[in-house]
């Protein structure tokens, strides 16, 4: 799985440079892809995997309690269902692992993403203050 993954990291480092104002670099990424314990997650606009992809998730796998790490979506992809695909591929394959919970941070204000992952059936657990050099974290929790 790395082998295919490892030319995705260019692109990867694409879509985070763009979608987040801190962006994991080449060599973060590189370090998930190898890890073996994390899982990626792709959509592509044209439906093909030889399109630039518009998005991408990242989940850490772990034996009872799972974390998404990273999802974002390529602003012009946006509102068109992408963002919950990512999610429920990633919550699938978290369930399969045995897994029993889900967690995430999100930046407390971004509203868009809040309001979907409560959609998607995550409760907000608390704040964390400063997580991000500019904003608080909103951490959110998913029974499976």
Do not use: H
Not at 18 to 28: A, D, K, N, Q, R
Not at 108 to 132: D, F, M, T, W
């Amino acid at each position: 799985m790395a082998s295919s993954l490892e030319s995705k990291i260019p692109a990867i480092a694409k879509l985070e440079k763009i979608c987040f104002s801190e962006p994991w670099t080449e060599g973060m990424i590189s370090g998930s892809v190898f890890s073996g314990n994390y899982i990626f997650s792709f959509v592509y606009p044209g439906g093909s995997e030889s399109d630039e992809p518009a998005g991408y998730a990242c989940g850490l796998i772990a034996p009872e309690q799972c974390e998404i790490q990273r999802i974002c979506v390529l602003p012009e992809f946006r509102r068109l269902g992408y963002g919950e695909r990512l999610m429920n591929e990633l919550k699938n394959v978290f369930a399969a692992s045995g897994a029993s919970s889900v967690f995430l941070e999100v930046r407390a204000s971004n509203i868009p993403a809040r309001n979907l992952y409560e959609k998607l059936g995550y409760k907000q657990l608390g704040i964390r203050k400063n997580y991000y050099s500019d904003d608080d974290a909103a951490i959110y929790m998913l029974e499976l």
